[in-house]
């Protein structure tokens, strides 16, 4: 079958490099510091006579949810490199020949970096809950591991990881140059969505808007967010499901894009 064949050889490509791994490392170290860090500072809050800034149950879910809310970029980024490397070098020669349809490679290149996002938010989930876990249980307080709300929040969390890895497949086709791709993606998710978050809390229509930008999806699709705590906007916040739909919607849109003009061009 095409399909499998395409995933095969997009599976080949992505663990052939050392761009997965390099990600994946820096990934962990990033996300681990987070989650420790803020879990200390918790813990510390909580030993004082004033009481901890929030109730104790709500904590460990605020500390592992940076596994998506900081951890996102880097599957977004490995999707996007994923497509432009292959502008860039011109793989997709060789790759169209082989698979002259080219719908087929392109599906199989979602499915592949679907996954792959999924394992990146598998080890995202390890640094965030190992960290966040051991210094909460430290201070003396419940790390929540054998609640089944956890493992709720651990599927989506790897549903909202696997997606973004697939917005990233959408960005890059729809934009081929790797330079463009990566400063997308970084100012994107570190400067423009951030201050358009924070200013759309100021009235409620705002808020009502800005409730359907990607990180604020990926939040309500997660359940829990630092950023979420910090604005205090949970109340105008999508359900799960609606914010696993807005992603979903926006990997379509940019992947159907991309496909109609860049990925049909002449590659060679």
Known sequence: M?????VRSETTKITSTRLWWVLALIMVGY???CAGGLGAIFGGLGTNTNGPVLPDAQIPLLIYSFATSVGYVF???FGALAVTSEFRFQSLTPTFLAIPRRGVVLTGKLITLFLAGAGFG???LLASMGAGAAV???FGIDPLLGDPGTWAFVGRSLLAMALWAAIGVGLGTLVPSQVAAIVIVLAFTQFVE????LGSTITDWSAQIGQFLPGSASDALVG???YTAMSGTAGVALEWWQGGLVLAAIAAVTTLIGFATSWRRDVS
């Not at 095409?2 to 395409?6: D, K, N, Q």
């Not at 951030?194 to 978050?197: K, V």
């Open 31 to 33: 996300v681990g510091l």
């Open 194 to 197: 951030p201050l358009l978050r």
């Open 224 to 226: 829990s967010s630092i």
């Open 122 to 124: 598998v080890l995202a």
């Open 2 to 6: 095409s399909l499998v064949r395409a």
């Open 136 to 138: 909460l249980a430290g």
């Open 75 to 77: 599957p977004v980024l």
